[in-house]
Each structure stands twice: as structure tokens, then as C-alpha cells.
Nanobody, 116 residues
Framework: QVQLMESGGGLVQPGGSLRLSCAAS????????MNWYRQAIGKERELVAT????????GYADSVKGRFTISRDNAKNTVYLQMNSLKPEDTAVYYC?????????WGQGTQVSVSS
């Protein structure tokens, strides 16, 4: 069955870095657009970063542009989110999402907390 397994979350100080990973299985990963979303307490889920199936194109929310980098390794069925210069407002549960037409898959999420 389809699985998206996020990892790499944790507690980090402001200005620090984390690298999230999302390992996919059960579908043709290389055919899917991959996204990272996040949801903070009391807020709606928001799109953070997106990458096309080939990895040639990426997009970012204005709030993370220049600090976060999305990448993927289709040989490993894995998408990454490198997060640098983290701020307290980046605190949220981060979700991996795979999308292709009517197919839309979600991971369970990983908590990222930025605090001193």
C-alpha cells in the first residue's frame, strides 16, 4: 500500500538547521509532484515547497524562500526539505504530500519546533 514516512523533525534553536526526509513506497514516485506542507497550532495547513516529478522545477512559499530547499532522489524514492536559518514561526507539523491527477497521498507528519 501507499506509504509516505517523514523523518528528521525535532527541536532546534533559532538560526539552526534541520533536514526532513520523506520516504515513499507503494506508488511510482518518479511520476508524482511532491510537496511539503506545514500546519501550526491554530492555523491552516500551508504549502511550503513543491518539486516537479523530474526535480527540474521547484517553488516556495514567500515565508521560506531563501532559507528552505526542496530536493528529491527518484532512485531512492525520497524527497527532502533542507531548512536553514530556522525561526520560531517555522514551528509546525510538517507533512509530505504526493500528487498526480486525482491521486493525493499524505504522510503522518513530523514535528519541527524552533525555540531557545
Amino acid at each position: 500500500q501507499v506509504q509516505l514516512m517523514e523523518s528528521g523533525g525535532g527541536l532546534v534553536q533559532p538560526g539552526g538547521s534541520l533536514r526532513l526526509s520523506c520516504a515513499a513506497s507503494g506508488f511510482t514516485f518518479s511520476s508524482y509532484l511532491m510537496n511539503w506542507y506545514r500546519q501550526a497550532i491554530g492555523k491552516e495547513r500551508e504549502l511550503v515547497a513543491t518539486i516537479t516529478n523530474t526535480g527540474r522545477s521547484t517553488g516556495y512559499a514567500d515565508s521560506v524562500k531563501g532559507r528552505f530547499t526542496i530536493s528529491r532522489d527518484n532512485a531512492k524514492n525520497t524527497v527532502y526539505l533542507q531548512m536553514n536559518s530556522l525561526k520560531p514561526e517555522d514551528t509546525a507539523v510538517y507533512y509530505c504530500n504526493a500528487r498526480r491527477g486525482k491521486y493525493d497521498y499524505w504522510g503522518q507528519g513530523t514535528q519541527v519546533s524552533v525555540s531557545s
